[in-house]
């Protein structure tokens, strides 16, 4: 059954596709890489040739998990395979009438198997094939299945949640049908593309239509920058692949936005240029290696922008520094910008986690910085990141606080007091924070717009520290006269954790 994920809308649901699929080299382009293609009009051009070429190497990856449950005894579940259309719905019914037991009855362990159905695609002749992380599971018995009957056990090479990617090995005594990656980055919206999978347990079905859109985020993982396509793709599509007019792999169906879960025409598929650097070090390590910077960082928008004199919203903003990390030995401070990474434009904060995860473990990177108007250069050697996510986060600065003062004052629709015993006890705010309390917050004011919350503590205002109401009034005034429409307050919440936040001052 299909993984689902809720959306924005009650009625809206973004659905990872398991289900079914199929597979194949390409002795020849079908047609030649930039060659122009005409309108997608009936009749026109016709995908027979490419699909012919592509399709045995497109494979079914049937997923077997057995675990023990308890329950009454019932009539076996009968083995439907994966191709049977409505198998997920007896398998349903057959589970829920083994639940439970009435009362008196005697429970006893039971195996209990459930099968999920996918597709795959197989990129190797020696038998390496790619699918979703999501369409093999925890499974215990993975069978791929080919377009002629072929039928080989698998076991995993390795796989990757936070891209929903897995690859597999099977083995045979031939040289198998394979295809090869191609360059997402190369596609426009408005090319067409060719998805082949097995949805709904219907095999060997070919779908077109083109490239809706690109670098969607459809926050499903932390490098989310997904194909759109309004090709048909339906649960059984996933971990299939989409294919450009040369018969190359540019994307890796995995979820559809969709009231009903069939094919409303938005389908996502994971591209091929973040796809490629996590099949290598699967296939390399059986695990990944992704670059670890050692930051928190949060997007710029135009109110941010302009407080720190940036010009345009652009970079991602340092908003923690992980004491552990690389990027406190290269100079790495809170309130630094970071607008290009290894020669690579930031444009916003989604980009730097991609950018910095695809880098090798253990290079000196140079990046660019904008540390309060000015753009400096700093080198930093990447840790690996699942050794960081074992490194717990940077802790507070502990530096005892400045002893209470019991000045109050208004500003920015905000009621700031010097912090007490008494205020620290009430908001359970840690000990050795800096700053200055938070007690009250104008409803009305663009401080509630932008979420700023009693308890919390403003730490920096345009990134100058302020230890008391006082401090905060002057240095707001301050940045009127330089002629700042908002004012970058560094807020804190009683753990410790800050976030950067720009508040008008109009």
Do not use: C
Request: hydrophobic share 40%; charged share 25%; net charge neutral.
């Amino acid at each position: 059954m299909a993984s689902k994920f809720s959306h924005a809308s009650r009625l809206t649901r973004i659905a990872l596709l398991a289900g079914v699929a199929l597979g194949v080299p390409l002795a020849a382009p079908a047609f030649a890489q930039g060659t122009a293609v005409a309108p997608l009009v009936q009749g026109q051009i016709s995908l027979a040739d490419l699909a012919e070429r592509v399709m045995p190497a497109v494979v079914n990856i049937a997923a077997v998990t057995t675990s023990e449950t308890r329950g009454r005894t019932l009539p076996q579940l009968p083995q439907l395979g994966p191709d049977t259309p409505f198998g997920d719905l007896f398998e349903e019914f057959f589970n829920r009438r083994g639940q439970g037991g009435q009362q008196g009855e005697r429970q006893a362990p039971q195996q209990r198997r459930s099968q999920s159905a996918g597709s795959g695609f197989v990129i190797d002749p020696s038998g390496i094939v790619v699918t979703n992380n999501h369409v093999i599971g925890d499974a215990n018995e993975i069978t791929v299945v080919f377009s002629d009957g072929l039928r080989l056990k698998a076991e995993v090479v390795g796989k990757d949640a936070k891209v929903d990617l897995a690859v597999l090995r099977v083995k045979h005594d031939k040289p198998l049908p394979f295809v090869k990656f191609g360059d997402s980055d190369k596609i426009r919206i408005g090319d067409p593309v060719m998805a082949i999978g097995n949805p709904f347990g219907l095999g060997g079905s070919v779908s077109s239509g083109i490239v809706s859109a690109r670098n969607r985020d459809i926050n499903q993982g932390p490098y989310d920058t997904y194909i759109q396509t309004d090709a048909a793709i339906n649960k059984g599509n996933s971990g299939g692949p989409l294919f450009n007019m040369a018969g190359e792999v540019i994307g890796i169906n995995t979820a559809i936005l969709s009231p009903t879960g069939g094919s409303v025409g938005i389908g996502f598929a994971v591209p091929s240029s973040l796809a490629v650097n996590v099949v290598d070090q699967l296939r390399e390590f059986g695990e990944t290696r992704r670059g670890w910077l050692g930051v928190r960082i949060q997007n710029v928008d135009d109110a941010t922008a302009e407080a720190l004199g940036l010009g345009t919203a652009r970079g991602a903003l340092v908003a923690g520094v992980d004491d552990k990390g690389p990027a406190k030995p290269a100079g790495l401070e809170i309130g630094d910008v970071i607008v290009k990474f290894d020669g690579k434009d930031v444009k916003d904060s989604r980009d730097l986690p991609r950018i910095v995860a695809a880098t090798p473990v253990g290079k000196d990177v140079p990046m660019q910085v904008m540390r309060k108007g000015k753009e400096l250069t700093k080198t930093v050697k990447l840790g690996r990141l699942e050794d960081g996510e074992k490194v717990q986060q940077a802790s507070a600065n502990n530096r005892p606080a400045e002893a209470a003062k019991p000045a109050v004052t208004s500003a920015l629709g905000l009621e700031l007091s010097a912090q007490s015993e008494e205020l620290r006890k009430r908001y359970s705010i840690k000990d050795g924070l800096k700053g200055v309390v938070i007690t009250k917050v104008d409803s009305n004011s663009n401080a509630a717009d932008k979420r700023i919350l009693v308890g919390e503590l403003v730490v920096e205002v345009g990134q100058e520290a302020v230890n008391s109401p006082e401090d905060v009034t002057k240095r707001l005034d301050t940045l009127k006269k330089e002629g700042k429409k908002s004012a970058l307050l560094l807020v804190s919440n009683g753990q410790g954790e800050v976030r950067f936040v720009a508040v008008s001052m109009n």
